[in-house]
């Protein structure tokens, strides 16, 4: 199996620009980059801009806002490392188009565990923080736990970043 790595934090941890490191260290040939944001609005779209001026031009970007599985599987190759930036959006995408959660998560196992290069995936650990106040949220944050919970067992090795650290889970 290629190398796995999961980068877990929260929100402005440092865990993107660490997950880039990490791609980097794995892959001296070209890096595709997977983005699962959905550019709904213009505060978004220059997140997104930001994100890709701050990679530069050696980066490779493939959209997939709800395709995920198929895109690691396209785009996975022995000489290029893959980063997914980020698990948590996605998820979202999905919970909001009304997708089978389990069978997604499944999914992106499998493609996971069939890819032919590194992989690197971020994800945010929405479990930290109070108990939504609405089922929703609720159902999003179990949703996010199981999913993190999965890739971690897959993932060779995990980090978890806060304050711009990384620590080492596995």
């Known amino acids: 199996m290629a190398p796995i790595v999961f980068v877990l934090g929260g929100a402005?941890?440092?865990?993107?620009?660490?997950?880039?490191?990490?791609?980097?260290?794995?892959?001296?040939?070209?890096?595709?980059?997977?983005?699962?944001?959905?550019?709904?609005?213009?505060?978004?779209?220059?997140?997104?801009?930001?994100?890709?001026?701050?990679?530069?031009?050696d980066w490779h970007t493939v959209e997939a806002p709800h395709r995920l599985a198929e895109a690691i599987a396209a785009e996975s190759r022995g000489d290029r490392a893959v980063l997914v930036d980020c698990l948590t959006l996605w998820l979202s995408n999905?919970?909001?188009?009304?997708?089978?959660?389990?069978?997604?998560?499944?999914?992106?196992?499998?493609?996971?565990?069939?890819?032919?290069?590194?992989?690197?995936?971020?994800?945010?650990?929405?479990?930290?923080?109070?108990?939504p106040d609405n089922a929703l949220a609720r159902r999003f944050r179990d949703a996010a736990g199981r999913l993190n919970q999965q890739v971690a067992a897959v993932a060779g090795e995990a980090w978890f970043v806060a304050a711009g650290l990384p620590l080492r889970l596995k």
């Open 12 to 57: 402005r941890s440092g865990k993107s620009r660490f997950a880039e490191e990490r791609t980097r260290a794995l892959s001296a040939g070209q890096r595709v980059y997977v983005a699962t944001a959905e550019c709904l609005d213009d505060e978004m779209r220059q997140r997104v801009e930001a994100h890709r001026r701050n990679r530069g031009a």
């Open 94 to 131: 999905r919970l909001l188009a009304d997708a089978d959660l389990d069978a997604e998560g499944d999914r992106l196992v499998a493609a996971l565990a069939a890819a032919a290069g590194p992989v690197v995936l971020v994800a945010n650990e929405v479990g930290l923080s109070i108990v």
